[in-house]
């Protein structure tokens, strides 16, 4: 049935390799350089400009930036933009647009190859040490996106836009054909999220790669990771004007922006409700548009762990802590929803209840800390919000966590609910926060249970399966196929990685064009077929007609 797939074999060279994961364990040399980057970008909060053709500008408009992890810790400001900064970068954009799209893709290769290159050798430790301090990850959480993704986006995305390029129709001795992969016609309007820094990195990076220029307005939230990923491009050499920063006023930035002729596309990855948002202002704006506009968003989910009866508990365990409360639940594809079997039932959770009650929760500079903050106080409150209502639900029962403290810090405790409820308000709502919630299902009837879980969420985005039995392997990922763009069968749902898990999910999760695949880098290229005839017909006359 998977008539696109081809298991194990590799058709194409193989892609960069993915940069390693330092572990930070105790003695190591990466602790002891980060502790000293996290010192040093306290010691000297940053007043962060915005970056317009090349320049500096600063507009007045000055806003702090606080740790999530500690109210009282100013990490620096940021000037912020609005529509007239959002028109100067897009005019800037525009200047800068002609001669980066006459750039040979191997010179524009190189920008970002080196971009990776610098991190690799230094430019880590402000990247992790911005994403510990502004978006409170600890050091693994940080080092696994700031650090590795970042660096893995710069690098395997130039790898695929070379296969892509290498596409390439039919030549013969009469006439010569080619595809020219042009970059689309404007600029690209990139709207970064908070919660992963390369994903901040990638929203603006691969429209650039592509030949594309950028207005790239990162989350207020993010403003410090992202400064630093803005100073590494320069660093590495991108010209001035290809990607421009404007962090600033959300609606005032995107209504000056969606109104202009020259928009060309938006890459946007944040929640399922601004993306729709972004979409309705373009098609109330459609006919004002050069071209019709590129619309590509990874938005939000609802991701399932589903435990079948005869899976490696333990191993299913293990994966839910990790898959649900890493970077307290603020992945798009963290384990938010969870199916367990009435016949292992109260094994499983109160297995599960247990390791919850291990974890620790407090500041990503404590190394013990597993959970951390959530990122400001409308996530606290939002998050609490769903906890509060589910105490007095009467379908669910809160088996562990449940508690919040914000005196110093935005703490939410890895929370467990049960509830009687499939559709029960926790079990079908994007929270993105540390809070699962689990319903019991008949194994009786697992045809039921995999409906169940295909048709309770509006989104698709990741979803895991835990399971021994080869043939019900294949029943479930058949079964579950449309519920998640990324399956996992015995792992966590979270954690891809570039060039090894495509990401992106459909339904509400999003257009699905897979960040980190060449299907993310075809949506940043209009092609121009050519066709030369080497020696042309003289005679309009055809032959029949004799
Ligand atoms: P968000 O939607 O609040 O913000 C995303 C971006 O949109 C930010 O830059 C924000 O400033 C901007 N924004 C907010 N309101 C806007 C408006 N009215 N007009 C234009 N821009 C606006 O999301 P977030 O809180 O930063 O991130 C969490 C969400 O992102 C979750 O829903 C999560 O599932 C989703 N997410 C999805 C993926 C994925 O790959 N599918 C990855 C990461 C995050």
Redesign the pocket.
Known sequence: MYDSLVFGMEAVPSLPANEPVKSYAPGSPERAALETEIAALRASPPEIPLVIGGRRVETGRIREIRAPFDHSLVLGHYHEAGAREAAMAADAAMEAARAWAETPFPVRAEVFRKAAALISAGYWKPLAAATVLGQSKNAYQAEIDAVCETADFFRVNPALAERLYAEQPRSDSEERNLVDYRPLEGFVYA??????TA?AANLAASPALMGNVVVW??????VLSAWHLMRLYEEAGLPAGVINFVPGA??E???ALLARPDLAGIH????????N??WK?VAENLSTYRAYPRLV?????KDFVFVHPDCDLEAAVAATVRGAFEYQG????AASRLYVPRSRSEEFLSALAAEIGKVKVGSPLEYGNFVNAV?DRA?FETITGYIGRARKNPSCTILAGGGADASKGWFIEPTLILTTDPHAEPMVE?I?GPVLTAYVYDDSDLDAAYALVDSSSP?A?TGAIFARERHEIERATRALRNAAGNFYVNDKPTGAVVGRQP???ARG??TNDK?GSMLNLLRWTSPRAVKERYAPVRDWRYPFMG
């Open positions: 709207v970064s999220p908070f919660n992963f994903i307005k990162p989350a207020s939230t993010a959300s609606r930035i995107t209504s946007f990855t944040g929640s399922t409700a601004v993306f948002s972004l202002g968003g990874e938005t939000g989910g603020q992945k798009c594809s990122i996530a994007e993105f989104y985005l990401f992106g999910g999760s999003g960040a």
